[in-house]
T-cell receptor, first 113, second 112 residues
């Protein structure tokens, strides 16, 4: 089955700096890679996703890059703000199945004012 | 926060008791999922269902059971066979043709 590894587990940055979170996956058939943000005690919410036919996707201060050959993808947050502080999860899934998501273990991002 | 709801928000159970967690969605989504989240860990798939009256085991199904009698509802029963049930349980749903899963607010289960 799929295995997703996520690094780092914790990340502290100064407000205004950039943050990068990296994930690797094992199943070359995976073709959908979402990123979720979860605030303490709340539900995960999708912030950005990318499909395997695209190398990069950007939405305002958030971007995701995908390297299919190396089987890794990354989340980039620029101009970080205190409200970006949360746990971020990457995930991977295959098409044609029930599209089960396999999640990474999460990164606790803290943006210091 | 409408669309997909879970109840109760907090649930306490004595060892040896079965307990059922509710998940309801009014999004007309076909697929529904149950995940378990432990502190400092990612979400792990317990069960999923793509259509009514059909469901499949996920990665950690032992000690859990589900039913899907209605499209809108996917209840999860945590049985006494689940050795370490204390966790945060999240339900999600997805419409056919889309990859995106929408999550409910979660139920925090504590075994006393």
């Amino acid at each position: 089955g799929e295995n997703v590894e996520q690094h780092p587990s914790t990340l502290s940055v100064q407000e205004g700096d950039s943050a990068v979170i990296k994930c690797t996956y094992s199943d070359s058939a995976s073709n959908y890679f979402p990123w979720y943000k979860q605030e303490l005690g709340k539900r995960p919410q999708l912030i950005i996703d990318i499909r395997s036919n695209v190398g990069e996707k950007k939405d305002q201060r958030i971007a995701v890059t995908l390297n299919k050959t190396a089987k890794h993808f990354s989340l980039h947050i620029t101009e970080t703000q205190p409200e970006d502080s949360a746990v971020y999860f990457c995930a991977a899934s295959r098409a044609g199945s029930a599209r089960q998501l396999t999640f990474g273990s999460g990164t606790q991002l803290t943006v210091l004012p | 926060d409408g669309g997909i709801t879970q109840s109760p928000k907090y649930l306490f159970r004595k060892e040896g008791q079965n307990v059922t967690l509710s998940c309801e969605q009014n999004l007309n989504h076909d697929a529904m999922y149950w995940y378990r989240q432990d502190p400092g860990q990612g979400l792990r798939l317990i069960y999923y269902s793509q259509i009514v009256n059909d469901f499949q085991k996920g990665d950690i199904a032992e000690g859990y059971s589900v039913s899907r009698e209605k499209k809108e509802s996917f209840p999860l029963t945590v049985t006494s066979a689940q050795k370490n049930p204390t966790a945060f349980y999240l339900c999600a749903s997805r419409t056919s043709g889309s990859n995106e899963q929408f999550f409910g607010p979660g139920t925090r289960l504590t075994v006393l």
